[in-house]
């Protein structure tokens, strides 16, 4: 195995545990809160995250097996609308807190995937950490519009 590669496969193995430990943040702050929307936030970020481990782990296979990169074409996982009239819970200091962790979680991510494609050649490569990167920066935009939301409630 190249030296390229293998330095390929430990970053991408570091992306999976990233992934993976955000996921189990994301599920435990979805538990955490009594906001309806912060709830709704938390799980449509936890699934996400999930999906890009599980594509992570399809890309570390087929690059460990074959040196090839594998199709991403971006999630289909929806957030769902939020509900008309849901009530709010004002106790929202924990959620301010966890959205600012969160946030301060999607951009070590989309950082990370900044470096990778600074260390990535292949088109196919470059294609699917961009989409990643992407899809983080989306999480952020949904993040910071939440934690907005929250400070005009108080």
Same mark, same amino acid.
């Given at each position: 195995?190249?030296?390229?590669?293998?330095?390929?496969?430990?970053?991408?193995?570091?992306?999976?545990?990233?992934?993976?430990?955000?996921?189990?943040? !994301?599920?435990?702050?979805?538990?955490?809160?009594?906001?309806?929307?912060?709830?709704?936030?938390?799980?449509? $970020? @936890?699934?996400?995250?999930?999906?890009?481990? %599980?594509?992570?782990?399809?890309?570390?296979?087929?690059?460990?097996?074959?040196?090839?990169?594998?199709?991403?074409?971006?999630?289909?996982?929806?957030?769902?609308?939020?509900?008309?009239?849901?009530?709010?819970? =004002?106790?929202?200091?924990?959620?301010?807190? @966890? $959205?600012?962790?969160?946030?301060?979680?999607?951009?070590?991510?989309? @950082?990370? !995937?900044?470096?990778?494609? =600074?260390?990535?050649?292949?088109?196919?490569?470059?294609?699917? %950490?961009?989409?990643? #990167?992407?899809?983080?920066?989306?999480? %952020? #935009?949904?993040?910071?519009?939440?934690?907005?939301? $929250?400070?005009?409630?108080?």
């Amino acid at each position: 195995m190249s030296e390229n590669r293998k330095e390929i496969l430990d970053a991408i193995m570091r992306a999976m545990e990233m992934e993976k430990e955000t996921f189990d943040f !994301y599920t435990k702050a979805e538990h955490k809160t009594f906001d309806p929307a912060g709830k709704r936030i938390f799980r449509w $970020l @936890a699934k996400t995250e999930e999906g890009h481990y %599980l594509k992570l782990n399809e890309l570390c296979t087929s690059l460990h097996e074959s040196g090839r990169w594998v199709f991403y074409g971006g999630t289909t996982i929806e957030l769902e609308p939020d509900a008309a009239g849901a009530p709010h819970v =004002t106790y929202t200091t924990d959620d301010r807190e @966890a $959205l600012q962790i969160a946030r301060d979680i999607e951009q070590k991510g989309i @950082a990370y !995937y900044e470096e990778l494609l =600074t260390k990535t050649t292949d088109p196919d490569g470059r294609q699917m %950490l961009e989409t990643l #990167r992407n899809e983080e920066v989306e999480h %952020l #935009r949904v993040i910071d519009e939440q934690y907005a939301s $929250l400070k005009g409630r108080k």
